[in-house]
């Protein structure tokens, strides 16, 4: 039993000083947020990427979905995006409509 009790501590991760200043600022600023930097530490690639993009905006989930920052390297990859497939629809609407209209206003 003694063994298990050292595994299970002995897996506990021990964040450096900066990343516990970081964790400081996020659990006072957006405590909701706070898994995915204990995450991101810990090794989980796409909490990384969210918890990047949540330290650029800090902490507007708002702000991600309307980022406009295409050179990013996570631009790409970002959280919080409206699904892709649901943005090439609202693409085609809105060239449909401009179509029609385009139309409406050449028989005039």
């Not at 507007?60 to 629809?89: D, K, V, W």
Request: charge should be neutral.
């Amino acid at each position: 039993m003694n063994n298990r009790s050292e595994k299970s501590t002995g897996n506990a991760h021990v964040f450096d000083a900066k990343q516990q200043k970081m964790l400081q600022q996020v659990s006072e600023d957006f405590p909701s947020k706070l898994n995915h930097f204990r995450k991101a530490y810990e090794g989980s690639l796409r909490s990384a990427i969210i918890a990047k993009c949540l330290e650029c905006v800090w902490g507007s989930t708002a702000a991600i979905r309307e980022c406009t920052a295409t050179g990013c390297p996570l631009y790409a990859q970002r959280p919080y995006q409206i699904a892709r497939s649901s943005n090439s629809e609202k693409a085609n609407a809105l060239s449909a409509e401009a179509e029609v209209s385009n139309e409406q206003n050449f028989m005039d």
